[in-house]
């Protein structure tokens, strides 16, 4: 990844690290990455966008950011409330967000839960979290709580070379191209004795013990009250809930891709910059 102002944050509760792109005098923007991605995700993305300074932040448990506390977790919350603490460290009393995926939903949330911080949201093939009927929630909690358990004896994946980290990458439940999963392996690979493996926290494999109802969930989406663009890879994860996000007060764009597009290759890169640009100079 090239050269770009890193930042770094220690709040008393966790250590933030990320970097900016864009004018230092242009409109304030965080971005929120995927799941088990980092920062490197929107490494393609970020020398494209146009009149916006954005911290690229590693969220809690990825790339060069800290883990969360021992006994403590990754609930969506969580994740808003770093996001807020970053934004009072700089001084930004209103911003915007870019999110892809998990951090698309958390993007989301926040914006509907504080209204007067976020004057416009622009999410990438993310926008709900998983949702299940409350009838499945007494499995689902024993589960996650059984996992809790086992983690302990867990072994963490260890790579005699850094390619083959960078190869199982792309065999992740979320694809990723080789290229892209290059990128993603600046900020989430580290050294160990006898090779490598990846930065992100064990925990966040676990099962989250509890899920929103669909109702609830979509709650949010609909509570969100600034600009808001949503872009939909053709091949993403959300082409199949088209109907029932049709509704929404989001400006929709569907462009040709997989679920990382905007870090898939440069033209991936290239359309989602296009389109955000676009967003950004009409709001």
């Given at each position: 990844?090239?050269?770009l102002?890193?930042?770094?944050?220690s709040?008393?509760?966790?250590?933030?690290?990320?970097?900016?792109?864009?004018?230092?005098?242009?409109?304030?923007?965080?971005?929120?990455?995927?799941?088990?991605?980092?920062?490197?995700?929107?490494?393609?993305?970020?020398?494209?966008l146009?009149?916006?300074?954005?911290?690229?932040?590693?969220?809690?448990?990825?790339?060069l950011?800290?883990?969360?506390?021992?006994?403590?977790?990754?609930?969506?919350?969580?994740?808003?409330?770093?996001?807020?603490?970053?934004?009072?460290?700089?001084?930004?009393?209103?911003?915007?967000?870019?999110?892809?995926?998990?951090?698309?939903?958390?993007?989301?949330q926040?914006?509907?839960?504080?209204?007067?911080?976020?004057?416009?949201?622009?999410?990438?093939?993310?926008?709900?979290?998983?949702?299940?009927?409350?009838?499945?929630?007494?499995?689902?909690?024993?589960?996650?709580?059984?996992?809790?358990?086992?983690?302990?004896?867990?072994?963490?994946?260890?790579?005699?070379?850094?390619?083959?980290?960078?190869?199982?990458?792309?065999?992740?439940?979320?694809?990723?191209?080789?290229?892209?999963?290059?990128?993603?392996?600046?900020?989430?690979?580290?050294?160990?004795?006898?090779?490598?493996?990846?930065?992100?926290?064990?925990?966040?494999?676990?099962?989250?013990?509890?899920?929103?109802?669909?109702?609830?969930?979509?709650?949010?989406?609909?509570?969100?009250?600034?600009?808001?663009?949503?872009?939909?890879?053709?091949?993403?994860?959300?082409?199949?809930?088209?109907?029932?996000?049709?509704?929404?007060?989001?400006?929709?764009?569907?462009?040709?891709g997989?679920?990382?597009?905007?870090?898939?290759?440069?033209?991936?890169?290239?359309?989602?910059?296009?389109?955000?640009?676009?967003?950004?100079?009409a709001?």
């Amino acid at each position: 990844m090239a050269e770009l102002e890193p930042f770094h944050l220690s709040l008393p509760h966790i250590e933030l690290a990320g970097y900016f792109s864009g004018p230092v005098g242009g409109r304030p923007a965080l971005s929120l990455h995927g799941w088990l991605d980092n920062a490197g995700s929107f490494s393609r993305l970020a020398p494209r966008l146009e009149g916006v300074r954005v911290l690229h932040l590693d969220m809690a448990g990825h790339g060069l950011s800290g883990h969360r506390a021992a006994g403590a977790d990754y609930p969506l919350w969580a994740y808003a409330e770093d996001v807020l603490h970053v934004a009072e460290h700089l001084g930004w009393a209103r911003f915007g967000l870019l999110g892809h995926s998990l951090g698309a939903i958390v993007a989301v949330q926040l914006a509907a839960a504080c209204p007067q911080r976020i004057e416009r949201l622009a999410l990438i093939d993310g926008l709900l979290p998983h949702t299940e009927a409350a009838s499945e929630g007494p499995a689902r909690l024993g589960q996650a709580l059984a996992e809790r358990l086992a983690l302990a004896s867990k072994r963490r994946p260890l790579y005699a070379e850094r390619e083959q980290a960078i190869a199982a990458r792309l065999r992740g439940r979320l694809a990723v191209t080789e290229s892209g999963s290059a990128l993603l392996a600046e900020r989430g690979l580290q050294a160990v004795p006898g090779g490598f493996t990846w930065r992100t926290d064990s925990r966040l494999m676990l099962s989250s013990p509890v899920r929103l109802s669909f109702e609830h969930a979509v709650a949010y989406a609909r509570a969100v009250q600034c600009p808001a663009l949503l872009i939909l890879a053709d091949k993403g994860v959300l082409m199949a809930h088209r109907e029932a996000i049709g509704g929404l007060a989001m400006e929709q764009v569907v462009l040709p891709g997989g679920h990382h597009l905007h870090l898939d290759d440069e033209a991936g890169a290239t359309l989602v910059a296009d389109c955000i640009n676009r967003f950004h100079a009409a709001t």
